[in-house]
């Protein structure tokens, strides 16, 4: 059964960092696009990064671009969220998903995580 489990979330003030993880296993995710997306509290979930299946290409929202970097080790069958200079508007639960696809779209991913909350204190 395909599963998605991500990790590193977690409290962090303003202007730190954390690394967010998610290991895929079940399926041949080294052949399949990852992303992250993030949901805030009575807002939609939306896009915040992209890797194709080679990581050769990388797609980020306008709001976390040159703060946050995603990156995958298809060895590990693992996609990592590097994130510098955090906000308190980048307070969500952060969810890891696989797709077909490389794309912003939701609708593009077959596959999500549970979820990971960061918290960013100001």
């Known amino acids: 059964q395909a599963q998605l489990v991500e990790s590193g979330g977690g409290l962090v003030q303003a202007g730190g960092s954390l690394r967010l993880s998610c290991v895929a296993s079940?399926?041949?995710?080294?052949?399949?696009?990852m992303g992250w997306f993030r949901q805030a509290p009575g807002k939609e979930r939306e896009f915040v990064a992209a890797?194709?299946?080679?990581?050769?290409?990388?797609y980020y929202a306008d709001s976390v671009k040159g703060r946050f970097t995603i990156s995958r080790d298809n060895a590990k069958i693992t996609v990592y969220l590097q994130m510098n200079s955090l906000k308190p508007e980048d307070t969500a639960v952060y969810y890891c998903?696989?797709?077909?696809?490389?794309?912003?779209?939701?609708?593009?991913?077959?596959?999500w995580g549970q979820g990971a909350q960061v918290t960013v204190s100001s």
């Open positions: 998903a696989a797709g077909r696809g490389y794309s912003n779209k939701y609708s593009a991913y077959d596959y």
């Open positions: 079940g399926r041949t995710f080294s052949r399949y696009a």
């Open positions: 890797v194709n299946w080679s990581g050769g290409s990388r």
